[in-house]
């Protein structure tokens, strides 16, 4: 067992520590579809857990992040989903971009990390950046 306070779950430990400059991580609820070809790393057990936000916060603690985007939605749909993203990205800006755009470009996505979350449009792409 590790010793570190990291991630503990091998496999996303495994993505995280593969993430390239300018690869893409999605965290996801527990709807988006995610593409055939794209590693999946399911952490739903129920509905609401885990929730969309514990899962970025470790995520946010283990890797460099140059940019973000989220589904445009969210902004009407779950406006406190999205303050809180922007507010753990800060000073980074979210990009909102349509739902179906969004959908696309999950299809180039390093891995897609599904939470339980049950609120609507809570998805984000993190940009992976470099330390240097």
Known sequence: MRKTPTT????????????GHTDELFVA???LPIPSGVERVDLAY????PA?????DVILDEIVVEGA?????????????????QDRLAPLE???VPHEQYKRRSHGAR??????????YANVALIAGVDY
């Open 8 to 19: 503990i779950h091998p496999q996303l430990s495994r993505i995280l520590s593969e993430l």
């Open 29 to 31: 609820d527990a709807g």
């Open 46 to 49: 129920r509905k609401g857990a």
């Open 52 to 56: 969309f936000l514990d899962v970025l």
């Open 69 to 85: 985007v989220m589904p445009a939605e969210v902004a009407e749909a779950s406006p406190e989903m999205l303050r809180a993203v």
């Open 94 to 96: 979210v990009v909102l």
């Open 111 to 120: 891995a897609v990390v599904r939470t339980g979350e049950y609120t609507s």
